[in-house]
Structures are given as C-alpha cells and as structure tokens.
C-alpha cells in the first residue's frame, strides 16, 4: 500500500476527455476567439474534459504568454459548457512549467498534467519525480498528473516505479495521462493500491485495448471530432458485443490512417473546419495538407462513414 496518497480528492477523468488543438489564425497568431466554439462543439459531443494546451494543442510551438492566454480563454468558457479542464503546463524550462501551474491555480482549473523535460531529460525516475515536485508544487491545490508519452519524450522508466515513489512524495498526485501503448505497464499500474491511481488512457487507436486492460476512459485528440464514434466503442465493450467493438475500433483506425497518411495534426485541424469549428492550421515546424490532399482526405472520410459519426451514433453492424 502506498501510504502517503494525494491530500488533494476530485472526481477520477472517467468517460472521454478530448484533447482540443489551439487555434490559430492565417498568419499563425493564436486566435482566441475560436475557443468559445470549441467547447460548444465538444459538449454537443457530450465531451465532458479537456486536457488544454497538450500535444495536440502544439505547445512545444507556443510561447509561455500565448499559452497563459489560452489558459484565460477556456476559463472564460469551460464552466458555461459542463468541461472540466486540465491544464497540460509542461515544458523544458521548470520556471515556465511552474509559471502555468500557477496561473491554473489561480484560474481554478481541475487538475494539472506535465510531461518530462525532454530535451536536458531525467537521468533516473527520482529526477523525473523530482521535476514533478517542484511543478506539483506551484499548484499545491490541484491534482497533479504525470504525461507519460515517451515516443515524443524520449523519456522512458518503469511507470509502476514511477506511481511508487511520486505517490509518496508528490502530496497532490493523482495519476498518469498514458499515451504509451505498453498494456502491460498500464495494467501494472492499474493494480497499485487498489486501482486508486487514475489513468486516464492516451493512444485513441487501441482504446478498445486499454477497457479490455482496465481503462475507464481516455484522453486523446480524435475526441474532438470523433467523440460519438468513441463513445459506441465504449458502450459495445460495456455490453459486451466485442464484434460490434472491434468493427468501430478498426473504423477509428483507418480514420486515423488517412489524417495520418497527410501529416496528422494539418489534415485533424483541417476536418475540425470542416465541422464547423475553424482551428486554422498547424504551426510550424508541423506542415499542413495540400488542397488535392484534403480533396482525396475527405473522399476517403466519406467512404468511411466518417461525417454520419460526428453528428450521431448510427448502428453499424
């Protein structure tokens, strides 16, 4: 038993928590105005969370003002439209990541996540829990959140390790955003101290996976535009109808297939304006879809049922 448990309780990220991008005008300057929208899309798509300014919402290419001005914007918006907010404040430099920490405190946020330094990285899992600390530590009301997501970090320890010694020094840890395929890590997580670790699942392809393991739910940024697609995997696993669950899962993958087939995040923030939600594109150094590319895009999204399951939940067999 890990006897030193976060002090801080909230409500575990159970159901889906969409990953939303940031929005950016033509010229690439934020565009703040947008965020409004997107959370009226997300609640329509009975979306309940969001994990802000993460990879998805390309920080690693924002400055520290221009994600302390999208922290204030989905302040302004997120209570009005039912979503909880975690504000995603990691960063290379700890000063910064402190920084946003705070700003999420005095914003009242709901909790806080920080992926690894990556480019100076921990050299052991006590440096790593370490840096949590410290980030912990600016928002000492708000539950903390590690961002495992070694593919991107490089970063890579025992997580069950990890939970161990963040447990009994971080007072307000609360679990891992776990954008990391490795099922069996995560089920060893799962297990410690009576699954009380929240692990809000991350790799949106294998989701039907992460139930199957344990998971109650995931976080991940095809929630913005195929929400209702992921909640009919989540409720054919709870019925247990495995050949409906794994035809919806392999329906999400060749919808993933084709935005990632013309550079991932260009083409998903293109189809968020198809939507009706117009996040611009992405910023450099990330490229964006070509019009001929979009075109055949949103041919193949056709063929795939892809508009039908961002309005509703059809029944497909």
Request: proline share 6%; charged share 15%; net charge negative.
């Amino acid at each position: 038993m890990l006897s030193h448990m976060s002090h801080v309780t909230s409500p575990p990220f159970h159901g889906l928590v969409a990953a939303p991008h940031t929005p950016f005008h033509d010229d690439g300057s934020v565009a703040p105005e947008i965020i409004s929208l997107q959370a009226s899309h997300l609640a329509t798509q009975n979306v309940r969370a969001v994990f802000i300014t993460g990879t998805t919402g390309e920080s690693s290419s924002l400055s520290l003002s221009e994600r302390m001005l999208v922290y204030r914007s989905w302040a302004q918006v997120a209570d009005a439209h039912g979503l909880r907010v975690i504000a995603h404040v990691g960063a290379n430099a700890l000063a910064d990541a402190c920084a946003l920490a705070e700003l999420a405190q005095e914003l009242e946020f709901d909790a806080i996540s920080a992926l690894a330094p990556s480019y100076f990285k921990p050299a052991s899992i006590e440096s790593l829990v370490h840096c949590c600390a410290k980030i912990a530590s600016a928002a000492p009301t708000l539950p903390f959140y590690y961002y495992q997501i070694p593919t991107l970090t490089g970063v890579r320890f025992p997580m069950a390790d990890f939970v161990a010694r963040a447990a009994s020094q971080i007072p307000t840890f609360r679990g891992i955003k776990f954008t990391d395929p490795d099922l069996i890590a995560y089920r060893r997580c799962l297990t410690i101290n009576d699954g009380a670790i929240d692990l809000p699942w991350g790799v949106d392809e294998i989701l039907l996976g992460a139930l199957a393991t344990g998971a109650r739910g995931g976080v991940g940024s095809t929630y913005n535009f195929m929400a209702p697609l992921a909640h009919a995997i989540i409720a054919a696993f709870d019925a247990g109808d495995w050949e409906k669950a794994r035809h919806l899962q392999s329906n999400m993958i060749a919808i993933i297939d084709a935005l990632d087939a013309i550079g991932y995040l260009g083409a998903a923030k293109a189809v968020m304006g198809w939507l009706g939600v117009p996040v611009g594109p992405a910023r450099l150094p990330l490229g964006n879809p070509s019009a001929e590319s979009l075109q055949r895009l949103r041919a193949q999204l056709e063929s795939l049922d892809f508009f039908a399951w961002t309005i509703s939940c059809p029944e497909h067999s």
